[in-house]
């Protein structure tokens, strides 16, 4: 099980200063490739921070194509472009997957499972905040999201972000409908098929 220590920030709410923090914080490689019928890996890392009212995460994404056809809150970004985080709150069987496409389109859900998942209200995923930047050479699109999840966001929990507290995690990169779907996780993963929805496949986050 990989483990991830996260050190607190100032709350900051101007997107443009909490990207460049989050560019100067240790970056964390998604670097594995579950499935064999799917052996793209397209170049994924994150870093992640916390404050008082927010988790601080920020993506950095190469990959040959990009899909970003979703603009709907709650719609099917995974089929676009798409970077996940999981995580379990509490020991709670439950978690919540936060999912953003290229252009910060976000999904979230709740539940114990990949069957039992109830969508957050869109008014409640509208608290999210992100910021995308996406550059296009003649190999490769290279993009950029950084995202302020607020405390608040977590309504099937209290959460309380202080030094010591642990919770269960996972971090992923997908593209379901690309010409070459992929499927890459943070923490590995073994399972027959894509599935991204098993928690007993979780890391640590640690929160110093």
């Known amino acids: 099980m990989k483990t991830i220590s996260i050190n607190k920030a100032k709350a900051i709410e101007d997107l443009n200063i909490l990207s460049g923090l989050l560019d100067k914080q240790e970056k964390h490689e998604l670097e594995f490739i579950p499935w064999s019928d799917y052996s793209y890996k397209p170049g994924v890392s994150f870093s992640i921070l916390y404050s008082e009212s927010s ?42 997957n936060f999912e953003f496409n290229c252009i910060g389109t976000s999904l979230v859900g709740y539940g114990p499972s990949k069957k039992e998942r ?36 977590f309504i099937y929990d209290q959460l309380v972000l202080n030094p010591g507290k642990e919770c269960r995690v996972n971090f992923y990169k997908c593209g379901d409908l690309h010409k070459t779907p992929h499927f890459v996780t943070w923490n590995k993963i073994e399972s027959q098929q894509p599935d991204f929805h098993l928690p007993d496949f979780f890391g640590k986050l640690c929160f110093q």
Do not use: M
């Open 55 to 96: 988790i601080l995460l920020k993506f950095f994404v190469k990959e040959k194509e990009i899909r970003a056809v979703e603009n709907e809150i709650n719609g099917r970004v995974w089929e676009d472009s798409c970077v996940e985080f999981f995580i379990s709150l509490n020991n709670n069987e439950n978690y919540y």
């Open 118 to 153: 109830r969508l957050l209200p869109n008014h409640i995923v509208k608290k999210i905040n992100t910021q995308s930047t996406i550059q296009h050479s003649d190999e490769e699109f290279n993009w950029h999201l950084t995202i302020q999840i607020p405390v608040s966001v």
